[in-house]
């Protein structure tokens, strides 16, 4: 297994007591290291994003240069003619004049929403097995090969859905074996945390196990004339010897990832997490009366002891260690209700509001995820633009108030910039980091 041409030099593959295998690293790993870089077998964009971005790459549009749409279809767009070659080769041309036929039938039209995206990218799969070998195959057979040898879903017998009539057609029992391995082995691609479609990566499927807490986290890095690459990247120092571990899905799913995990993959995670999760039983329900819930709010902002005035790094907190009176803090509907506060929030002005509720999520945020995970990152940078509308629209006689907004500012941008640094640019050209930059830029020069 070592000498496989996908496994990474710095990663071996070992026995998992209960997993398949476990994926390894062979030496110190540092913080911000790429561990593995992988293309996609198959992808697809969201919905949404059909003719905003290129079907190939991914990327959007430059200025003054609009996507060109593909003639034979017209449901596709491309960069330019590179990008639509690249994607006539890998899948494009078994599906290109079957297409509106496709998805204008009965069949299609009677899926469920989420379950025309599973037909379609099962479409694309099958459409780039088709197309195999040629002389291009060497690294894509590969990743076919990987792809068949995964762990088929829990449930195999999960009704296939309707696929593009693809000549020559696959065979019921590679259709039936490729789904069963492709509905719980994709991922949401994203630019700046923000998804823009699903893609299948079978090595990274094959290789990285889940947790909670992970040390690492995936990227998607957008090229032109290349389809999508993911880059899974050390959010902390591993150790040679350490299981290397990514997230199925958001830690912040307290009460319902359990569930998600077992139905989906099949599996209960047993992560320290999740474990003393398990052991809390139901949690309490958050406070109703305005006051007790200020209070206890306020006592889990004293608990994480961040000091958004002088900070120059994040408290790493266990959620073993969450008293037992904030465990209702830990309920999904709050972190959502408490999120919909500080969005609000800062949107219309209310910055002390907006403020006090994202410090506050903030704390949550850095009990629940791990060392710089990327929420964390993005939350300190939204953190930094309220502070800094807050401090531009205060009473400029103010002083004090202006100079405790821009110390907030420059400690939430520091904090923002080292955790982002270290999963690194990702996605669209344009990114949180530049949006970091430009604001420390404007708080030098203010």
Known sequence: MQGSLWLPKNVELVPHPTARDKTIAKVDIKAGACILSTPSFA????????????????????????LKRCAGCGSYWYCDAQCQTVQWKVHHKKICKLFNSYISSL??????????????LLSHAIARMSVLPTPYSIEESTLATVLLSLLPRPDESAVTPVICPIKPFPSDQLLRKLYSRFSNNNFAVHSHLTSIGHGIFPVASRLFNHSCIPNAAAKYMLSPTRSIVM????????ISGE????????????????????????????CSSCFFLGQLGPLKEVPTDSN????????????????SMSATSLPAISIEALPPALR????????????????????????????ESGITLLALYLIIYPTNYPQIGMHLLELAKTAWNAKILSNEANDAENQALKKQVKVFLALASQALTILGKEGDTDGPLQEVAILQNLVRNE
């Open 243 to 270: 299981e290397i571990c990514l997230p199925y899905l958001d830690p912040a799913l307290l009460q319902t990832r359990e569930q998600i995990l077992e139905i989906s993959y099949g599996f209960k995670c047993n």
């Open 107 to 120: 069949a299609y039209q009677a899926l469920a929403a989420h379950e025309k995206q599973d037909a379609i």
């Open 292 to 307: 007790e819930l200020s209070s206890l709010e306020s006592q889990l902002r004293a608990f994480v002891a961040f000091d």
């Open 43 to 66: 992808f697809i964009l969201l919905e949404s994003e059909k003719g905003r971005r290129c079907d190939n790459c991914f990327r959007l549009p430059s200025e003054g240069s609009p």
């Open 231 to 238: 880059e899974v990247v050390a959010l902390r120092n591993i």
């Open 328 to 355: 209702c803090f830990l309920r999904e509907s709050y972190m959502a209700t408490l999120s919909e506060i500080f969005s609000k929030a800062s949107h219309e002005g209310q910055y002390d509001v907006a403020l």
